[in-house]
């Protein structure tokens, strides 16, 4: 990937070499240079701001809670150390050594493994899909935040009476599915679009359109603002959360350690699946990211600070969601006991069984939930009302109420935020964050599209605007199927099925290719050259050994839960206002299929194509014109345009690089030069 930089030469070759080059020179044109980061910091807030995603906020805290707390970030943190950092660390390392997107990256170590970088394209195409819609709710919502009382407060009326739906559910829960998603009761019922979020995916796709216009000189910029600002809001919601009444029972509910979950294979699985996910490995988006960046950054060292404060931004919002949803649940659990007794209190009058009661009426309205829990205990449960069902109104089962993914943030946070002081502020803030959580996040994703494509095609590198515009415009085109009324269920598709399992793969043929085929001790050598230092050996066994068996049984447990359990998801259904599991319909579980392979197809056709020109003595170079070979010289001044040079001479590698250590350059970056010949 990198060699040593070449000493001096002696006079007559430098005569010699003069000569050459001069030979070579009228076949040379000097194309733009490379963009790279204005600063450091513009680059450590994108790598930020597109591993700290919408899963920090919702999912890390949701199998937290599922999977035994304490015993969860523990686990998490092991695996994150043994796998997640090594392998963030690999595509960090790769990716500013090569300089180039992920295609050109694994085409530069292996030609026959060029397929892993389209693979990441395809993903990052899926993924960015339905991400935007995410992003078009949370532009829903934020609109709707500007409402006094916010329109999710309280059930609308029909006639003189509450809407059946919202009351025989709630008032968030009846917003989210009828006024937001208007949704159909099954994935299997055909439906008009949804207007107002079409309107919001629109939105969404102008906004990330006009931030990755210019490419990395405009989503810099922008990362100041969407990559900084949410951990402003959520320090403000951690400064309100704990001084809310019942927070402290969220929290201390949230981080009870139960140890005996490490036996649960399917909890490894879970985590290993959210350490793969929260660092953005095998999208190509840090690859991309990181070819920006001068030879000389200390990539080892950001492996380790994005990755600490991606796992301190999981903690913080877990810290803020379990305070907020805390003091929901104990205001919920509270109104219920006193609903309870009130109807006991009530039924006392008419029946003499019900005189000898543990709780004396005045004190109803002051109860604790600690009294109620004993009362209930010991009499409550025990007690037959006609026409009314005493429950236990358990703060452990309202914790568990709505925590998971989309009903996190659109029904329980918002349910909780109704709760506050100047709900509308609160709301507002909580939604424009999800915003720029999901923006940012998105532009990496684009990044992981882009990058590679403008590196490896000409024809794209010249017109790169008008390449960001046609992307974005058919990812809203496409986009349109989650729109539609039944498009929540697509969305879940696609989250939990197009990109874990071919992302599995591509990272465990990353790791195999930058370990085995090009070498661990090779890689490690080159890192030692590009960092100034050498590299921990550790990393060796890590790369050949660790990672790769990690992968495969994630890989091995998912398909196995994939092929033991039939997939599922969430629907709501209108008539009993509640939400169930459905298992998908054939043709659905056809369609997750058919994107499984689409995404992971990649990987063998490079490999048959590189088998098929070699066989017919062809270069895979010579079949795609204006592809940009990689540098491995001295990636600061290396062109990346000269294949036609390197086939005709391949000692005038280096003379071209002595010649034009003097061509303009952007951010000292050469991007290419240009032969005649392409």
Request: aromatic share 14%.
């Amino acid at each position: 990937m990198m060699t040593s930089e070449k000493p001096p030469l002696p006079a007559d070759d430098q005569q010699e070499e003069a000569q050459l080059g001069s030979e070579v020179e009228p076949r040379v044109a000097v194309e733009t240079a490379r963009d790279g980061w204005d600063s450091k910091v513009e680059y450590f807030l994108a790598q930020v701001g597109f591993s700290v995603g919408l899963g920090n906020v919702w999912r890390f805290p949701y199998l937290c809670h599922q999977n035994g707390g304490g015993a969860f970030i523990l686990l998490y943190v092991v695996l994150m150390v043994l796998v997640g950092v090594p392998l963030f660390f690999l595509e960090l390392a790769a990716g500013q050594s090569i300089r180039q997107g992920s295609i050109g990256v694994w085409r530069h170590i292996s030609p026959k493994l060029v397929g892993i970088g389209y693979s990441s394209c395809v993903v990052c195409f899926f993924v960015a899909l339905y991400y935007n819609v995410i992003i078009g709710w949370s532009i829903f919502y934020l609109g709707n935040s500007f409402r006094y009382p916010l329109p999710w407060e309280s059930c609308p009326m029909e006639g003189n009476s509450t809407v059946a739906e919202c009351a025989a559910s709630s008032p968030t829960s009846y917003f989210w599915y009828r006024k937001a998603l208007d949704i159909t009761d099954s994935i299997d019922e055909r439906s008009e679009f949804n207007p107002i979020i079409t309107g919001c995916l629109l939105a969404a796709w102008v906004i990330v359109c006009l931030a990755m216009y210019k490419g990395i000189k405009s989503t810099g910029k922008v990362m100041y603002f969407s990559s900084v600002f949410p951990y402003v809001v959520l320090l403000c919601f951690l400064i309100r959360g704990v001084m809310l009444d019942g927070a402290s029972d969220g929290i201390k509910f949230m981080f009870y350690p139960r140890l005996e979950i490490w036996g649960d294979v399917q909890v490894w699985r879970q985590a290993a699946t959210q350490v793969f996910f929260a660092l953005g490995l095998g999208f190509g988006s840090v690859i991309a990211y990181s070819s920006y960046n001068p030879r000389n950054n200390n990539c080892h060292r950001d492996a380790f600070t994005v990755s600490a404060v991606n796992f301190m931004t999981s903690v913080l919002a877990t810290l803020v969601v379990f305070a907020v949803l805390g003091f929901r649940a104990k205001t919920i659990a509270t109104a219920c006991a006193k609903r309870n007794l009130k109807a006991v209190f009530d039924a006392m009058s008419s029946s003499s069984s019900l005189s000898d009661l543990l709780i004396n009426t005045p004190n109803v309205e002051y109860v604790t939930l600690n009294e109620y829990k004993n009362w209930y205990r010991v009499e409550g449960q025990h007690l037959i009302i006609s026409d009314y069902n005493i429950t236990s109104c358990s703060l452990e089962e309202e914790m568990k109420r709505g925590v998971e993914g989309t009903g996190l943030a659109f029904i329980a946070f918002t349910e909780a935020m109704t709760l506050f002081p100047w709900s509308p502020f609160w709301s507002a803030l909580f939604f424009l964050m999800l915003l720029n959580l999901g923006l940012s996040t998105m532009f990496g994703t684009m990044a992981g599209i882009l990058t590679p494509l403008t590196d490896t095609f000409k024809t794209l590198r010249k017109h790169k605007l008008i390449f960001t515009v046609c992307s974005c415009t058919v990812g809203f085109l496409i986009g349109l199927m989650f729109t539609q009324r039944s498009g929540n269920y697509f969305v879940t598709m696609f989250d939990d099925y197009s990109a874990t399992l071919p992302l599995i793969i591509v990272v465990i043929f990353q790791t195999i290719s930058v370990a085995w085929v090009y070498g661990a001790d090779r890689f490690l050598e080159d890192l030692k050259q590009m960092l100034g230092q050498p590299v921990s050996v550790v990393y060796k066994y890590l790369w050949m050994y660790v990672c790769p068996i990690a992968m495969l049984g994630l890989l091995g447990a998912s398909l196995l839960k994939m092929i033991i359990e039939r997939p599922t998801y969430k629907a709501w259904n209108r008539e009993k206002a509640s939400e169930e599991q459905l298992p998908y319909p054939d043709w659905a579980l056809a369609v997750l299929t058919i994107l499984i392979i689409i995404a992971s197809l990649p990987v063998p056709i490079g490999y048959l194509h590189f088998t098929l020109l070699k066989r017919l003595g062809q270069s895979p170079m010579d079949t795609e014109a204006g592809y940009v070979p990689c540098a491995t010289t001295d990636t600061d001044l290396t062109p990346l345009g000269t294949s036609a040079l390197l086939v005709a001479d391949p000692n005038s590698f280096s003379r071209l690089l002595e010649e034009n250590h003097d061509f303009p350059s952007q951010n000292g970056l050469i991007e290419s030069v240009e032969s005649s010949v392409l």
